[in-house]
């Protein structure tokens, strides 16, 4: 069973940069799947923000592409999210999830980044 | 851009009854790339369906999912009381991308 967790701070100040890691643990990281970020703003729905294969590919939404990056380190079998010039409308829960057969079959608990001064 | 469009946005209904739930495509989506998730409060959400009608690993058999042109149905044949939630529809494409619809909050009535 994939079990991912995402770690990173809290707490981000405006204009500052957001960056979170998925640790994966269960499965390769090396495997088939896709590696993916969503995140869901308080009391809203659900917005894909990207994702990223072993290899280094990576897809972003286009709303985002300017300020994203994701990354993969298969050493420590994680991947990253950096999102830049944050701003209030950036604070939400944020998860890490695994994709294959375009779907999201596997979700991290998720962690809730707050964009404040 | 694909938008998918949820209804109803809230569904009241009781343990026992029959619940269906809808997602509307603004253009034509291959049912191999539609899913539904289930989320219930404080907790991330979860795979039910994908390629519109295949049950994830440990789904129980009450949660069915069908397509009709650019109308994709779940239906929960019969609700248990763990059965209320938000579920979301999901579809992936066109360019590398996915795209959720709003979310439809099944209640008990």
């Known amino acids: 069973q994939v079990h991912l967790q995402e770690s990173g701070p809290g707490l981000v100040k405006p204009s500052g940069t957001l960056s979170l890691t998925c640790a994966v643990s269960g499965d390769s990281i090396s495997s088939g799947n896709w590696w993916t970020w969503v995140r869901q703003p308080p009391g809203k729905g659900l917005e894909w923000i990207g994702e990223i294969f072993h290899s280094g590919t990576t897809n972003y939404n286009p709303s985002l592409k300017s300020r994203v990056t994701i990354s993969v380190d298969k050493s420590k079998s994680q991947f990253s999210l950096k999102l830049t010039s944050v701003t209030a409308a950036d604070t939400a829960v944020y998860y890490c999830?695994?994709?294959?057969?375009?779907?999201?079959?596997?979700w991290g608990q998720g962690t809730l980044v707050t964009v404040s001064s | 851009e694909i938008v998918l469009t949820q209804s109803p946005g809230t569904l009241s209904l009781s343990p026992g009854e029959r619940a269906t739930l809808s997602c509307r495509a603004s253009?034509?989506?291959?049912?191999?790339?539609l899913a539904w998730y289930q989320q219930k409060p404080g907790q991330a959400p979860r795979l039910l369906i994908y390629g519109a009608s295949s049950r994830a690993t440990g789904i129980p058999d009450r949660f069915s999912g069908s397509v009709s042109g650019t109308d994709f149905t779940l239906t929960i044949s019969r609700l248990e009381p763990e059965d209320f939630a938000v579920y979301y529809c999901q579809q992936y494409g066109p360019s590398p991308m996915y795209t959720f619809g709003q979310g439809t909050k099944l209640e008990i009535k």
């Open positions: 999830a695994s994709s294959g057969i375009y779907a999201l079959f596997h």
């Open positions: 253009q034509s989506v291959s049912s191999t790339y």
